[in-house]
T-cell receptor, first 114, second 116 residues
Framework: AQSVTQPDIHITVSEGASLELRCNYSYGATPYLFWYVQSPGQGLQLLLK??????LVQGIKGFEAEFKRSQSSFNLRKPSVHWSDAAEYFCAVGANYNTDKLIFGTGTRLQVFP | GAVVSQHPSRVICKSGTSVKIECRSL??????MFWYRQFPKQSLMLMATSNEGSKATYEQGVEKDKFLINHASLTLSTLTVTSAHPEDSSFYIC????????????FGNGTRLTVT
């Protein structure tokens, strides 16, 4: 069965510091992977996605993620965090791009200190 | 870009009453919409898939008689929580997908339901 694990429930970084949010997935075939961001009381915004090709994908707001099949990981990174990046981040896996059923991780709450 | 609008953003109701939540695709037609539920500090769990003109498909463990879904047009799906109880208090989020191939999911801003 598909599953997504985000090991870090809460991460705190200083503004300007680098960031890496971890995501591990379990899926038999090549997964379709997504990162979403959710601000308090808001819906989800897609940051980036991976389907195939280059394993390093660029997203919005300066985020990138790298697909590593050998590690079943799809970690999200940003070289320099801004205070506005404080939010909840969800990794998700789908059977295909048009999947009806995204499986979400439990999320990582990012707090940014000035 | 594509926008999904959810209404209301917040609602408080008394136990035993019913609440309707609307999900609209504003600039595209959505043959399929999805309803998720998010408990505090937890992830989103898919409740059901709403298909225009046909019955919704519910995930295992979701009571279809309690969470009524109607997708009467290509731009509107509604979720009605019937006979609400305090344990139904949650954050409900919808998403929609356009008709074209490889279209992404667009999420609404969610509805915070509090049942007193």
């Amino acid at each position: 069965a598909q599953s997504v694990t985000q090991p870090d429930i809460h991460i705190t970084v200083s503004e300007g510091a680098s960031l890496e949010l971890r995501c591990n997935y379990s899926y038999g075939a090549t997964p379709y992977l997504f990162w979403y961001v959710q601000s308090p009381g808001q819906g989800l915004q897609l940051l980036l996605k991976y389907f195939s090709g280059d394993t390093l994908v660029q997203g919005i707001k300066g985020f990138e993620a790298e697909f590593k099949r050998s590690q079943s990981s799809f970690n999200l990174r940003k070289p320099s965090v801004h205070w506005s990046d404080a939010a909840e981040y969800f990794c998700a896996v789908g059977a295909n791009y048009n999947t009806d059923k995204l499986i979400f991780g439990t999320g990582t709450r990012l707090q940014v200190f000035p | 870009g594509a926008v999904v609008s959810q209404h209301p953003s917040r609602v408080i109701c008394k136990s035993g009453t019913s609440v309707k939540i609307e999900c609209r695709s504003l600039d595209f037609q959505a043959t399929t919409m999805f309803w998720y539920r998010q408990f505090p500090k937890q992830s989103l769990m898919l409740m059901a898939t709403s298909n225009e003109g046909s019955k919704a498909t519910y995930e295992q463990g979701v009571e279809k008689d309690k969470f009524l879904i109607n997708h009467a047009s290509l731009t509107l799906s509604t979720l009605t929580v019937t006979s609400a109880h305090p344990e139904d208090s949650s954050f409900y989020i919808c998403s929609a997908r356009a008709q074209s191939n490889n279209s992404p999911l667009h999420f609404g801003n969610g509805t915070r339901l509090t049942v007193t």
